[in-house]
């Protein structure tokens, strides 16, 4: 169950680059959740990914010597939710279809990517920790900046240039 978990219904055994796998898989769920129940669900269920990863993490790294395998890639999942939540929150504010806000899915996913790729600064610090918190903080940190790289370029879009 722990594997099941981890890997994302083994999404993480795709080469190459399973990160990138994971989010991409993160996206379609994240959408059903929204039409579902809308930002709130979004938030509750990046909350649960974040702990039931969390504990299949360590169990699944527990006694081996690397502590981040590539395979894991709930961290990814729960990074890009994160990633989402000013989607979510903007389509159901304007009263929009999710699908509608498209760009900011797109750039969702591409800043969730470049900032868990190139880990600066407190992303990188997470990466380092060695543990599995470490491996679910690292995403969860990009994921907030990225979030905050989306929530910017939305307003400057609808904000500034509309």
């Known amino acids: 169950m722990t594997h099941l978990i ?13 990160g990138t796998w994971g989010s991409l898989a993160a996206l379609p769920v994240a959408l059903a ?3 579902l129940g809308g930002p709130v669900l979004l938030i509750v269920a990046t909350f649960c990914a974040f702990g039931v990863g969390w504990w299949a993490t360590a169990v699944e790294t527990r006694g081996k010597t690397d502590h981040d395998p590539s ?9 890009q939710w994160i990633a989402l939540w000013p989607v979510a929150i903007g389509a159901a504010q304007a009263g929009a279809p999710v699908t509608a806000l498209w760009p900011g899915i ?25 543990d599995a918190l470490g491996v679910m903080l ?11 790289g989306v929530g910017l370029l939305g307003y400057l879009w609808h904000g500034v240039l509309a």
Do not use: Q, S
């Open 71 to 79: 395979e894991i890639v709930i961290d990814e999942v729960a990074g």
């Open 33 to 35: 959740l929204m039409i």
């Open 6 to 18: 981890a890997t994302f219904l083994y999404v993480g055994h795709l080469r190459p680059a399973p």
């Open 106 to 130: 797109l750039a969702a996913f591409v800043l969730f990517r470049l900032f868990d790729i190139t880990k600066p600064g407190p992303v990188g610090w997470a990466d380092r920790r060695g």
């Open 138 to 148: 690292d995403d969860v940190i990009a994921g907030v900046f990225a979030a905050l």
